[in-house]
C-alpha cells in the first residue's frame, strides 16, 4: 500500500509541471491545421487546372473556327490538319480519349428568312445536315454564310476533393464569317456553298 501512496504522492506533485509544459503545443497545432492546409493546397491547384483548361476550351474553339473560315475550300485531309493544330493548344492536358475531347466544325448557312440551317458539318459530334442552328441575332445576316466550331472537354481533376471527381464539362463555340469567299466549300460534302 505504501508503494501505491508514494506514487500517487509523486503524480500529484508533477502534474503542475506537466501541466505547464508546453513543448508539444506546436506539433498537436499543425496536426489540427495540416487537413486544412492540404485541402486548401489542392483546391487551388484544383482550381488553377480548372480555369486553364476553361481558356484553352475557348482558344481551341476560336481557332478551329478562324482556320477554317481562312480557306475557300477544304477537304477532309484540311479539317485533320485543322483538328490537329487546335488539339494542339490543349497541351499539356490528355486528349487522346474522345470521352474528354469533342470538337466539332460546322457551316451554317442564314436563308432570306434569317433561319440557319447546316450545309456540312464535320468532328467528333458533327450536325446533320439542313438540320436548324441557333446562332445570335447580332449573327443572322440574310443569305450570309458562317463557320461555327464547338468544343467540350472533360476535366477530372487529379485529386478530386475540391472538386467533382466525376468531373466537369466545360465547352464553348465560336462563330466567324469566311474571309476569302462567301462559303467555304467542302468538296467531300454534296451541299457545297
Not at 457551316?107 to 433561319?115: A, G, H
Amino acid at each position: 500500500m505504501r508503494s501505491i501512496a508514494k506514487m500517487w504522492l509523486r503524480l500529484r506533485r508533477a502534474t503542475p509541471d506537466l501541466l505547464a509544459d508546453r513543448r508539444g503545443l506546436a506539433a498537436v497545432e499543425f496536426a489540427f491545421i495540416l487537413p486544412v492546409m492540404m485541402v486548401m493546397l489542392f483546391g487551388t491547384v484544383e482550381f488553377s487546372s480548372a480555369i486553364a483548361i476553361d481558356r484553352k476550351v475557348t482558344l481551341m474553339a476560336r481557332t478551329l473556327s478562324d482556320l477554317t473560315s481562312q480557306a475557300t475550300t477544304v477537304a477532309s485531309s484540311d479539317l485533320t490538319n485543322f483538328f490537329a493544330a487546335s488539339t494542339g493548344i490543349m497541351t499539356p492536358y490528355p486528349t487522346t480519349a474522345s470521352t474528354i475531347l469533342n470538337s466539332t466544325i460546322t457551316q451554317i448557312y442564314v436563308d432570306s428568312t434569317l433561319v440557319a440551317k447546316v450545309k456540312w458539318s464535320q468532328g467528333s459530334v458533327p450536325l446533320t445536315v439542313g438540320s436548324t442552328v441557333t446562332i445570335p441575332s447580332t449573327l443572322a445576316v440574310a443569305d450570309t454564310y458562317l463557320i461555327y466550331s464547338q468544343v467540350s472537354y472533360k476535366y477530372v481533376p487529379t485529386v478530386g476533393y475540391v472538386l467533382a471527381k466525376a468531373g466537369i464539362t466545360m465547352s464553348d463555340s465560336a462563330f466567324t464569317r469566311p474571309r476569302q469567299s462567301k462559303c467555304v466549300a467542302y468538296p467531300d460534302s454534296s451541299s457545297g456553298c
